[in-house]
């Protein structure tokens, strides 16, 4: 029993690592800047993890076969506690794990204590059951005047959100179910949701954050590659949660501006 | 310390009448089967609504024909509606968290067995032990009723987030009573959360038995006093969340919606309420919750291990308390980290990632406890042994996820992933419900005076033991992929392609299911059939071993007891008992 309990727990430890070392599953291709900083802390935290896994797992079944009954005719031994020897490995838990953690806070705050900077292409984020609209301000650089009593989210864009075209900072706001952003220039995202709580997950960028009904949640990121990346809605919102996705198609800055005076000229 | 009342005094003549013998019963050890039969029902719920659930994920288009005679709406034809899986997935979280983890460790063995274990002839309050069981019996069969109600169950997940969880049928099906009964429920098991934790708080301090100092209690009755505690101060703040929930959707309130939303395109008569604060309400019980699951599991598997290791716990019964004791404490000051990309502020996230990754520490210091005390042992590989050590590598295996996860930078990607749900399966899921087989095997001839038959048990703990790893590791993979949790069906483009690995996950977990009636039949045909149990077959050395199985109504037969020892008095072949006068082998 001892010797089966061996075999199992390796098999399955070795299994399992083989599973995550040959990446047959794994991050999709990151295309944001702060994604391969992420990525280099999953790597790090994987090795640190995956070696204390291994040696745990492979720990326990050497233990267990080592010590089943009638292995040895020795008596049982047993220790009453080794005070260094306790001080060392909480010592080193501790700072092992709080390295690791300030390794990683550089990434976190990157994207969300400090304000974007000057020159980041502003969009507003509205999350609704079950869709996204994405409204950019314009050349004016300021979002129009929004009215609850206005929102039609069936007639889609600019009345999805109520937009109130009678304010002149409005004129110019273009609302879409589609994301662009132009690559290599800083986002400027104001997240938001009118309804109930919905996430903003888009894999590829690495981001993920909450829109909060009552909120209007700021972060900033950088695309790094052209390109299409899919929007996942990453909170249980109500029954079509799962078909709540959209695309960010990331462009260069040229189709980027063609496309918003296309925009601009439909309205 | 010398326990206040130097005996156990008798509270009550012996019932008569079945009623009051095994319906409306105050013996601690009927309501420890209660609880116990209760959650195991709950359990075979639970695992059939998580049945139903994977065989929609693995083939939407199937055809359930069982699931569209149970709920024509939610499944017409006996095709699942994404309403009705989100609902089957509420009231599988729900019943399991609940009804079950929360149950069978603490309240199911608990009651039966602290009372014996600390020399006692019943718990401190036996009428109140009684309401306990009853008051949790209403909340269930209130979270049972959703399923016949018309609007069906609700479908907000066991995390119920408002506003969505808040504003009612507006929001879609599932809103109705649905999510009222649910509020209600919660509320109803809180209270019997709190009335058995008080029994247990003051059972452990006042009815030891001569002798009985603290240092000398088994380490399950520390695992439940140091949970009494943790339940206490937890179910304290879930109780008025669920009625603020409920005020909100009944009494017209905004303690959780803000103002302003339009859901339907109908502006909501709400104002000045805040979704995060039902967050940092829920959490600040939902954290200390997966420790209320956990501490449990810790006791039975530290009080288990050193009868099969044949030697005590390295560190002995101090050093493993300890770790209990500041995992419970701890366990309240890390709610944050289920928040991380809440919309809290980015700051609080930092600061909740550090006391996140110190609870840590003692878990590690458990897990140490427990595999450095393999070494040098004379190890037995019966049942309860053997899930055990179950319970120890999923443990290891679940706490290594849990470092992804503690950090923001990493949880910003993983969150909301089905990595958090083979994570949290793991760590509070399986391990405890290993822990809670580890003490059905080791108990059940004391429960029920006879033995269970051990090769069915073994059969029982492999195909579980590797199909648990099928199933929830290969969630962690699909998690690094993306997929997202509470998806009644994949149709992004990058979750398509993992489709045959969820149906791989479907199959294992099918089979492990499947696996669990071995489980169940050998449970009732042992009851009934099985050789009769002698008073200690484990060699054990604690209170429990030291009565006949099953135990008289006062627990000793009138006998005083009074205790010389430590609970792990073992070495090798040699033990002694608890209340043995002879000199100790081990020293505790």
């Known amino acids: 029993m001892g010797l089966a309990l061996l075999v199992i727990i390796w098999l399955i430890t070795f299994i399992s690592t083989y599973f995550f070392v040959a990446k047959v599953w794994w991050l999709p291709h990151a295309a944001s800047a702060a994604a391969p900083w992420i990525d280099h ?20 079944g050497w233990l267990v076969w080592k010590h089943r009954d009638g292995a040895s005719s020795k008596p049982a031994g047993y220790s009453h506690g080794n005070a260094t020897l306790e001080i060392v490995w909480t010592a080193l838990t501790a700072a092992l794990f709080v390295g690791l953690n300030l390794m990683g806070s550089h990434v976190w705050a990157s994207e969300r204590f400090a304000p974007a900077t000057t020159g980041a292409v502003p969009v507003e984020v509205t999350g609704m059951q079950f869709a996204w609209y994405f409204r950019y301000p314009g050349p004016d650089g300021k979002y129009g005047r929004t009215d609850l009593k206005l929102m039609d989210p069936s007639a889609g864009n600019e009345a ?76 249980l919102c109500g029954l079509g949660h799962y078909k709540m996705h959209g695309v960010v198609h990331v462009v260069s800055q040229e189709d980027f501006d063609k496309w918003l005076a296309a925009r601009e000229g439909e309205k | 310390m010398e326990p206040m009342s130097a005996h156990a005094a008798t509270h009550h003549a012996p019932p008569q009448g079945f009623i ?42 199937a055809h359930i024909p069982l699931l569209s005679m149970f709920s024509p709406n939610g499944a017409p034809g006996g095709l699942m509606t994404p309403e009705y899986y989100l609902s089957l997935m509420t009231m599988h979280g729900t ?14 063995f608990g009651n039966f067995m602290l009372p014996i274990q600390v020399g006692a002839a019943d718990m401190a309050f036996p009428r109140l032990n009684m309401a306990s069981f009853w008051v949790t019996f209403v909340g269930f ?78 380490l399950s009755t520390w695992a439940w006093f140091i949970n009494a505690w943790v339940s206490l101060l937890a179910f304290a703040v879930l109780l008025p969340t669920c009625l603020l929930l409920v005020l909100d959707r009944l009494g017209g309130t905004s303690f959780f919606i803000p103002a302003g939303l339009v859901i339907n395109d109908q502006l909501q008569p709400h104002s000045g309420g805040s979704p995060l604060l039902f967050q940092h309400l829920f959490w600040f019980f939902g954290h200390p919750e997966v420790y209320i699951i956990i501490l449990p599991a810790f006791g039975i598997v530290s009080h288990i291990l050193p009868t099969f290791i044949r030697k005590p716990l390295v560190g002995g019964w101090k050093a493993i308390t300890y770790a209990m004791i500041a995992v419970g404490t701890l366990s309240f000051v890390v709610w944050g980290h289920h928040m991380f990309v809440s919309g809290m502020s980015p700051f609080m996230a930092m600061v909740f990632s550090v006391p996140t990754l110190f609870i840590t520490i003692p878990s590690v210091i458990a897990v140490l406890i ?145 696996a669990q009636f071995i489980f169940l039949f050998n449970a009732i045909w042992s009851r009934f059939q099985g050789p009769k149990a002698p008073d200690n077959p484990w060699g054990a050395t604690t209170l429990e071993w030291d009565t006949t199985s099953p135990p008289p109504f006062d627990n000793f037969g009138g006998r005083q007891i009074t205790v010389y020892h430590g609970p792990m008095e073992y070495d090798g072949e040699a033990s002694v008992m608890q209340t043995s006068p002879e000199v100790s082998v081990a020293g505790t």
């Open chain 2, 370 to 514: 427990w595999t450095f005390s393999l070494y040098r042992a004379n190890m037995r590989f019966d049942t309860p042994m053997l899930f055990s050590l179950g319970f120890i590598s999923l443990f290891i295996s679940g706490g290594i996820g849990g470092f992804f996860l503690a950090q923001p930078s990493t949880d910003s990607y993983l969150h909301a992933t089905s990595f958090v749900v083979g994570h949290f399966h793991f760590t509070m899921g399986l391990s405890a419900i290993f822990a809670a087989f580890a003490g059905f095997y080791y108990w059940f001839p004391k429960m029920w005076g006879r033995m269970m038959n051990e090769t069915l048990g073994k059969v029982h703990f492999w195909l579980s033991f590797v199909l648990v790893y099928c199933v929830f590791m290969t969630m962690h993979l699909t998690g690094f992929a993306g997929a997202v949790r509470r998806y009644s069906a994949f149709v992004d483009d990058f979750m398509v392609p993992l489709i045959p690995t969820q149906r791989f996950i479907s199959v294992a977990a099918l089979l492990l299911g499947a």
């Open chain 1, 41 to 60: 802390q999953f790597a790090l935290t994987y090795v640190l993890m995956g070696t204390v896994f291994v040696a745990a797992q492979c720990g326990l």
């Open chain 1, 160 to 235: 999805a959100i109520g937009l109130d075209t009678s304010d002149p900072a409005a004129k110019d706001d273009v609302v879409t179910g589609t994301m662009y952003l132009p690559v290599q220039r800083e986002v400027d995202l104001t997240l938001r949701a009118v309804d109930v709580i919905h996430s903003f997950f888009v894999p590829a960028l690495r981001f993920k954050q909450d829109a909060v009904p009552g909120l209007a949640i700021h972060m900033h990121f950088t695309p790094t590659e052209i390109g299409d990346y899919e929007i996942a809605c990453a909170e």
């Open chain 2, 20 to 61: 009051r013998k095994y319906v409306f019963s105050v013996d601690h050890k009927i309501i420890g089967i209660q609880y116990t039969t209760l959650s195991l029902v709950a359990a075979f719920i639970g695992m059939a609504l998580s049945w139903a659930m994977r065989i929609h994920l693995g083939w939407p288009d």
């Open chain 2, 95 to 108: 019943i399991m968290a609940f009804f079950v983890l929360t149950a069978a460790p603490m309240a199911g």
């Open chain 2, 141 to 218: 069969v209130l979270a049972c009723a959703t399923f016949f109600i018309p609007d069906g169950p609700p479908l907000s997940g066991w995390t119920a987030y408002a506003p969505l969880s808040a504003v009612g049928t507006v929001a879609g099906p599932g809103q109705g009573w649905g999510q009222n009964f649910w509020g209600l429920s919660i509320a109803v098991f809180c209270v019997a959360s709190l009335l058995g934790a008080l029994n247990f708080i003051v059972t452990t301090l006042d009815l030891r038995t001569k002798g009985m100092t603290l240092s000398r209690l088994p």
